[in-house]
C-alpha cells in the first residue's frame, strides 16, 4: 500500500509540472474556461486550404442573399467540427448563452445606426456612402492596435491577422477615395458626423476587442452584411443609369493597377488572382465595392473561430493551384 502510494505521488509530481509548461506555452490565449472571452489568435491550431474555405465562405453560393440576421440565428452555434452539438455542460450551455447575447447586443447596436443612416440620407446616396465607409475601416485600425499592443507585451505574434487587417483598411480606404471623388464629402456637417461616429467607434471596438475578440469580428461582420445590402440595393435600382457614367479614376487605378497584392490578401475565401475585376463604368465599380463587403463578411465570419485565420499568400503554390483548379 505505501508503495502504490508513493508511485501515486510521483505521478502527481510528474504530471503537474508536465502540465504548467503546456500552459506557460499558450501565453496570450484567453482563458477557455472563462465564456466571456474567446482566443482567436491561438497558433495551436492549423486549417487545410479546403476545410477553411468552407468555413469562411458565409456568401459563396449565393452572393446576392446576405442578412444580418441571417448568420446569427440560435440554431447556428459553432459544434465541435464532428456534426454533433456541443454537450449540454452547464459551462457550455452558458457559453451558448453568452454568444447569443453578444450577438443580440451587435444586431440592436448595427439596426440602431442604420435607422439613423436611413433617416438623415434616404435620398443623399454618395453622401450614405461616404459616411458608411469613413465608419467601415474603423474596426481593422482598432483590431491591429490592440494586436500591435499585446505584441509589444510579448504574447502574440499573429503576422497573418496584421496582415489581412491591414489589407482589409486598405480596401476600404479606397472605397472612401472613390465616395469622395464622387462628391460624397462635399457637405461639412456629413464630414463632422462621420468623422466623429468613427472616433467613438475606434474606442468602442478597441475595447470590444480586448473583451471579446470574437464579438468584435462578429459586430464587424453586421456592419460589413449591412454595407454590402446598402450597394446591392443601389446597383438593383441606379443600374441602368450608373453604365452611363464613367468610372472615377481611382477606382481604376485600384482594381486594374499593376500591384494587386493587398487586393488579392483581404480576400481570405479565395487563391490569389483568382478576381481580376474590369472596370469600365461606375456600376461596374460599385459592383466591384458590393462585392468587396462580400469578401470582407466571409473574413469577418472567418475571424470568430479560434485560429481560423491566413493569409492567402501563405499557402503553398501548389496548394493554391489545386484548389484554383
Not at 75 to 102: A, C, H, Q, Y
Not at 130 to 135: M, S
Request: charged share 25%; hydrophobic share 40%.
Amino acid at each position: 500500500m505505501m508503495m502504490a502510494a508513493s508511485i501515486s505521488s510521483a505521478a502527481c509530481v510528474v504530471s503537474v509540472p508536465s502540465f504548467m509548461a503546456k500552459k506557460g506555452r499558450r501565453l496570450g490565449s484567453f482563458s477557455s474556461q472563462s465564456p466571456f472571452r474567446c482566443s482567436p489568435l491561438s497558433s495551436s491550431r492549423f486549417f487545410s486550404r479546403k476545410s477553411y474555405s468552407v468555413k469562411a465562405a458565409i456568401l459563396q453560393e449565393n452572393e446576392e442573399k446576405v442578412s444580418v440576421e441571417e448568420s446569427f440565428k440560435p440554431n447556428s452555434f459553432p459544434e465541435d467540427g464532428s456534426g454533433v452539438p456541443p454537450d449540454s455542460s452547464s459551462s457550455s450551455v452558458l457559453n451558448r448563452w453568452v454568444i447569443k447575447s453578444e450577438q443580440s447586443f451587435n444586431i440592436v447596436m448595427t439596426e440602431s445606426v442604420i435607422k439613423i443612416l436611413d433617416t438623415l440620407y434616404h435620398d443623399r446616396h454618395y453622401a450614405r456612402f461616404f459616411v458608411l465607409e469613413t465608419i467601415a475601416r474603423v474596426p481593422y485600425f482598432a483590431f491591429m492596435s490592440v494586436l500591435h499592443l499585446y505584441e509589444t507585451f510579448g504574447w502574440w505574434r499573429r503576422a497573418d491577422y496584421l496582415k489581412v487587417h491591414f489589407a482589409e483598411s486598405w480596401n476600404e480606404m479606397h472605397h472612401l477615395l472613390i465616395m469622395e471623388e464622387l462628391g460624397g464629402n462635399a457637405w461639412w456637417l456629413d464630414r463632422f458626423l462621420a468623422q466623429h461616429i468613427a472616433v467613438f467607434y475606434y474606442f468602442m471596438t478597441v475595447f470590444m476587442y480586448i473583451f471579446s475578440p470574437r464579438m468584435a469580428y462578429h459586430f464587424s461582420e453586421c456592419v460589413e452584411s449591412h454595407a454590402y445590402e446598402t450597394y446591392d440595393k443601389f446597383i438593383r435600382s441606379q443600374g441602368d443609369e450608373l453604365r452611363k457614367l464613367p468610372a472615377p479614376e481611382i477606382a481604376v487605378k485600384y482594381y486594374t493597377g499593376g500591384d494587386l497584392y493587398l487586393f488579392d490578401e483581404f480576400q481570405t475565401s479565395r487563391a490569389p488572382k483568382s478576381r481580376r475585376p474590369k472596370i469600365e463604368n461606375l456600376y461596374d465599380v460599385f459592383l466591384n465595392v458590393r462585392d468587396d463587403e462580400a469578401e470582407h463578411c466571409k473574413t469577418m465570419k472567418a475571424c470568430q473561430t479560434d485560429g481560423n485565420l491566413r493569409s492567402p499568400h501563405s499557402y503553398p503554390e501548389d496548394a493554391v493551384g489545386d484548389e484554383s483548379g
